[in-house]
Nanobody
Framework: QVQLVESGGGLVQPGGSLRLSCAAS????????MGWYRQSPGNQRELVAT??????NYADSVKGRFTISRDNAKNTVYLQMNGLKPEDTAVYYC?????????WGQGTQVTVSS
């Protein structure tokens, strides 16, 4: 019924940029907070950035490099990633509170390597 689909991942060199998108679709009557999380092999899933009306939150490791934004009319959240580092390599997952239920996308791979 309700789906979150991420896109925009890929392979990029250190210092490069990527823009991730996450679009929600289906029978949606309410979307609350939205955010991005990431997980690499052997590590726990960690918060990258979240957004709610009038507020954003970032992990210390990405502050100044990543920017989260959303387009409510399109039910879409974005993550602009600049100055990418090898340690940013991970599967990035979108999360959103949809119809008062926390939902996850299937993830998109981001690889930062020279």
């Amino acid at each position: 019924q309700v789906q979150l689909v991420e896109s925009g991942g890929g392979l990029v060199q250190p210092g490069g940029s990527l823009r991730l998108s996450c679009a929600a679709s289906g029978s949606i009557f309410r979307i609350g907070n939205m955010g991005w999380y990431r997980q690499s092999p052997g590590n726990q899933r960690e918060l990258v950035a979240t957004t709610s009306p009038g507020n954003t939150n970032y992990a210390d490791s990405v502050k100044g490099r990543f920017t989260i934004s959303r387009d409510n009319a399109k039910n879409t959240v974005y993550l602009q990633m600049n100055g990418l580092k090898p340690e940013d390599t991970a599967v990035y997952y979108c999360n959103a509170l949809i119809n008062f239920v926390s939902r996850w996308g299937q993830g998109t791979q981001v690889t930062v390597s020279s």
